[in-house]
């Protein structure tokens, strides 16, 4: 007779890490749902984490790593030994050609395993390697760089729940549960919020989920964020709608701004940008005459041209409306799993954002303020001579479906002389590995809701709005027969093999309000630390202490009202809203670039309810009612231009490559673009395939906008981030054939 029982757990789906109710059946999970006694997120769950079952007890999870045999095979290997042969073979290749020769890569799923991404980057660095890589640098770089231009308000940012204005640029959080605003039930938030009068502007071609609500949507041609954000400044500053007591007291370079956007009225954006004048005046006039919110940038905005530029313009509004945090006003989160904040209403001088570590080779790169350059490691990996990468570890991520230019990522992968994958499955990145280490997930560990609250170091209201924590329990066994590891335990089993020490290290936000510093630890590397023990590590200085968290099992709010301190007599750090690189880069820009006829549509970026970046789309309870394969929206007008139906096969072409793809109709569409999911497609269709087989493969797989993209051509000179969106393309039908195996839902 089975038993069912349900036990509170965090969904680590995606960064949002809800509370859920995990239905357990004989030791197993069958359902999840949100976990309404929980608060903050008020029992909200998205349709990836009600899918997580699906996730981890899905037929294609790997539950032995796997090694690859001298004939191309892969066959089982005992984790122990698989640590044993990777020790080797990395501390041979270390010696023989340098530190330098290691490099690590983060992918998204790191985050919601914190400990993975700690012991890894420590290990790596313990070896004297450098080469330390994240998705963020191929996502959102322009954050880290603008903000480090800028400074840092030690005080952070105006916070949602009490704004009566709010902008977002390039993004859909209710599709993607993170960033823009609270990703604590989203859709409920910014409900809430607009029928209590709040205003929101959203600035996006596509007519999106958040945009639909939007009072004020303005829909620029892709590529034009710059021209619309330098017109708003430039209304705000010639009609002086600015914060003048606060640009006074806490900023410097209003001149070189004011004279830098002179160019950029609105006429001109309104002309490059397609949309009109009086929009740009009323969006700029309602933002600033507001008293309380914040305009924030999402990843279309950084992947459309001018990364860092874009987000600094961003600042610039907040900074020259003053959109920070008062003397005597609270922080939204005092901490709870984050020490203890201690803001202060000053400023604290602009950081170093380029040149700040190790140089690249290619391509004048080096470390930035947002990390090493993720689009230029294909090329550390294939350029020869001293220096060359030739080992990478892969946590939690897929370059191949990942990185831009595909073709060059597939070919660096290839040429490692050794490349390690932690994965949950046979990913495309997976596939060219020498080593997949499969991974205890989700219920199998016990986690906390730092990951989520930690989010705050990334940008405006990317953690907990609210002083919530939790911890959760592991809630099962890992399945009969495997042999799994959690991330951080292969780590620490490799650095002990190679008799190194692992260290945890303390990070300061340089958005968010300033905290207490965490200590510095250093791992005992003889005594192996519990999973808890990681989690305490982790959390050490923390204003909640674990134990305390762990008496909640639903998780709970941990109010305090810490407000900002005065600014001290003896500050004289300043807000720059004239960096000299970014006045330079816009000058610049006035000038609009001409179109290449060759190219007559524009592809723009969009996340998926059914996918999480490359993961999640082959699970059945997010397909069932979503295309699985990567659709290429269109205008209703534009399939009927180029005689294409809904379902038809077409050539996307860029000036660096060509994929096909499925042509779907979107009426939310601005004419003359083409919207697709970035990352989302395993590879190029199959040689020895047929057309049919091919186009089979394309419906179950989709289509990888990545091999359009050139990372030698139109990049950011700080982060090295490509022009992965607003990317001209040309398309013509390929071999119209209505979808195979099944119709496209309606």
């Not at 990468?389 to 939690?396: E, G, H, Q, T, Y």
């Not at 070919?411 to 949950?424: F, G, N, P, R, T």
């Not at 006829?597 to 592809?603: A, V």
């Amino acid at each position: 007779m089975s038993s069912r029982s349900q036990h509170a757990s965090i969904c680590r789906m995606c960064h949002a890490a809800c509370p859920v109710i995990v239905e357990m059946e004989d030791g197993l999970p069958v359902k999840v749902t949100g976990n309404k006694t929980s608060p903050t997120y008020h029992g909200f769950c998205c349709s990836r984490g009600q899918a997580s079952v699906e996730h981890i007890r899905h037929p294609d999870r790997l539950l032995h790593s796997l090694k690859r045999m001298p004939d191309g095979r892969f066959e089982p290997i005992a984790i122990e030994q698989a640590m044993d042969e990777i020790a080797e073979k990395l501390r041979a290749i270390v010696d023989q050609h340098g530190p330098r020769a290691l490099a690590a890569y983060f992918g998204t799923y790191s985050g919601p395993y914190p400990a993975a991404g700690t012991l890894l980057g420590s290990l790596v660095a313990s070896l004297g390697s450098p080469m330390i890589f994240a998705s963020a640098t191929i996502d959102q770089p322009g954050k880290d760089i603008a903000n480090a231009m800028l400074g840092h308000w030690k005080a952070g940012p105006q916070a949602f729940a009490d704004s009566d204005v709010w902008l977002m640029l390039g993004g859909n959080p209710m599709v993607t549960i993170a960033g823009g605003v609270p990703s604590q039930n989203p859709a409920r938030r910014l409900t809430d919020k607009i029928k209590d009068g709040m205003t929101l502007i959203v600035i996006d071609p596509r007519k999106t989920e958040t945009a639909a609500r939007a009072q004020i949507h303005l829909r620029p041609t892709p590529g034009e964020d710059v021209a619309v954000l330098a017109a708003m400044l430039h209304v705000i500053i010639k009609e002086q709608l600015y914060d003048d007591s606060f640009v006074t007291e806490n900023v410097k370079g209003f001149t070189e701004l004011k004279n830098a956007v002179a160019p950029y009225t609105p006429e001109h954006a309104a002309a490059r940008a397609d949309v009109p004048a009086e929009q740009i005046f009323e969006a700029a006039r309602v933002f600033a005459k507001a008293r309380r919110g914040v305009a924030t940038g999402l990843t279309g905005a950084n992947m459309s041209g001018h990364s860092s530029l874009t987000e600094y313009l961003l600042l610039c509004l907040n900074t020259l409306c003053g959109r920070f945090v008062r003397e005597g006003e609270p922080v939204a989160n005092p901490g709870v799993l984050l020490p203890r904040a201690t803001p202060i209403a000053e400023a604290a001088d602009p950081a170093p954002y380029h040149n700040v570590g190790e140089a690249l080779r290619v391509r004048g790169l080096s470390q930035s303020a947002a990390g090493m350059p993720t689009a230029a490691l294909a090329d550390e990996i294939l350029l020869e001579g001293e220096g060359q990468v030739k080992a990478l570890i892969v946590n939690s991520g897929n370059p191949v479906a990942a990185w831009p230019d595909q073709q060059k990522t597939v070919a660096a992968m290839k040429k490692l002389e050794l490349l390690v994958h932690v994965d949950i499955k046979m990913s495309a990145t997976a596939k060219l590995a020498d080593y997949i280490i499969a991974p205890k997930v989700s219920y199998e560990v016990p986690t906390i809701s730092l990951a989520v609250e930690h989010l705050e170091n990334f940008s405006y209201h990317w953690g907990l709005c609210e002083p919530f924590g939790m911890y959760a329990p592991a809630l099962m066994d890992t399945p009969e027969g495997s042999d799994l590891i959690e991330e951080w335990e292969f780590y620490y089993g490799l650095a002990q093999r190679l008799g190194i020490g692992l260290f945890s290290f303390p990070m300061q936000s340089r958005t968010a309000t300033v905290r207490e510093e965490r200590d510095f630890v250093m791992l005992d590397m003889d005594n192996k630390p519990t999973s808890d023990d990681m989690l305490e590590l982790l959390c050490n200085r923390s204003r909640i202490p674990l134990d305390e968290v762990k008496k909640h099992p639903n998780g709970a709010l941990f109010p305090e009202k810490i407000v900002a301190a005065a600014k001290r007599p003896d500050c004289t750090a300043r807000l720059d809203i004239g960096n000299p690189d970014m006045m330079a880069e816009l000058d610049a820009a006035v000038v609009a670039k001409p179109r290449d006829d060759r190219f007559p549509f524009t592809l723009v970026s969009r996340r998926m309810k059914n996918a999480y970046n490359s993961s999640l789309r082959d699970l059945p309870r997010l397909v069932k009612t979503k295309r699985p394969y990567n659709p290429a929206y269109l205008h209703p007008d534009d399939l009927a231009a180029l005689g294409l139906d809904d379902g038809d096969y077409i050539e996307i072409r860029s000036a660096h490559g060509a994929i096909v793809g499925i042509a779907n109709a979107d009426k939310t569409l601005k004419p003359g673009v083409l919207s697709m999911a970035h990352a989302y497609g395993d590879g190029a269709l199959s040689e020895n395939a047929n057309a049919t087989d091919q186009k089979d493969i394309l419906f179950r797989e989709g289509s990888n906008t990545s091999a359009l993209i050139s990372t030698d051509d139109d990049y950011d000179p700080f982060s090295g981030i490509p022009r992965m969106s607003a990317l001209p393309v040309a398309i013509q039908p390929y071999h119209s054939h209505p979808v195979p195996s099944q119709p496209a839902p309606q």
